[in-house]
């Protein structure tokens, strides 16, 4: 199965800053996602990102406040704009295989927004 | 996709098995069941997937009921590390499929 590494594991980030989350897969996917988990939360979807094309959201959440590039079919990048402590969650990149293979994900990114 | 129901929470003690039951009566024809854990702090773990046969690998079994409204995740020798969350979720096997997480299943392994 892929192997993907996440950058950076954790973060402490002051409120009204960026922070941009990187993604590497170790082979080519179609389909990338990214998720949100709050404190003692499950996995919320933010939004799907295929190559060469936009990102789709989730209900919920938008483009200004969580901006997603895909440049190629092994990268991707999540930017959590103007953060507000209420941003301070697990965020996590995923990816599926096929048909009959499962899904793998990143190790997370711990943010805390102070 | 389907919905699908879960315990809050579940114990087990070591070394027996563990047997976490997934509800999901709405379930279409083409939707796979999966099952992912998530132990502390740590980014989910695939475990099993099944259509409608009982499914083995290394980590557990999976039993799929003949209606497919619901199945059983066994870990036949539960072990304090298998402490986690788990996770069933029903979705099409296809990968412009994101996976939708519920609440899922605190299973706690004691000693």
């Known amino acids: 199965s892929a192997v993907i590494s996440q950058k950076p594991s954790r973060d402490i980030c002051q409120r009204g800053t960026s922070l941009t989350i990187q993604c590497q897969v170790d082979s080519q996917v179609t389909m990338m996602f990214w998720y949100r988990q709050q404190p003692g939360q499950s996995l919320t979807l933010i939004a799907t990102?295929?190559?060469?094309?936009?990102?789709?959201?989730e209900s919920g959440f938008v483009i200004d406040k969580f901006p997603i590039s895909r440049p190629n079919l092994t990268f991707s990048t999540l930017t959590v704009s103007n953060m507000s402590p209420e941003d301070s969650s697990i965020y996590l990149c995923?990816?599926?295989?096929?048909?009959?293979?499962?899904?793998?994900f990143g190790s997370g990114t711990r943010l805390t927004v102070v | 996709d389907a919905k699908t129901t879960q315990p809050p929470s579940m114990d087990c003690a070591e070394g027996r098995a563990a047997n976490l039951p997934c509800n999901h009566s709405t379930i279409s024809g083409n939707e796979y069941v999966y099952w992912y854990r998530q132990i502390h702090s740590q980014g989910p773990q695939y475990i099993i997937h099944?259509?409608?046969n009982n499914e083995t690998n290394e980590m557990a079994s999976l039993i799929i009921t003949e209606d497919r409204k619901s199945s059983t995740l066994i870990l036949p020798h539960a072990t304090l590390r298998d402490t986690a969350v788990y996770y069933c979720?029903?979705?099409?096997?296809?990968?412009?499929?994101?996976?939708?997480f519920g609440k899922g299943t605190s299973l706690l392994v004691t000693p």
């Open positions: 995923s990816v599926a295989q096929g048909a009959n293979y499962g899904y793998t």
């Open positions: 990102a295929n190559q060469g094309s936009e990102a789709t959201y």
């Open positions: 979720i029903v979705t099409k096997a296809n990968s412009g499929y994101a996976l939708n």
């Open positions: 099944g259509l409608k």
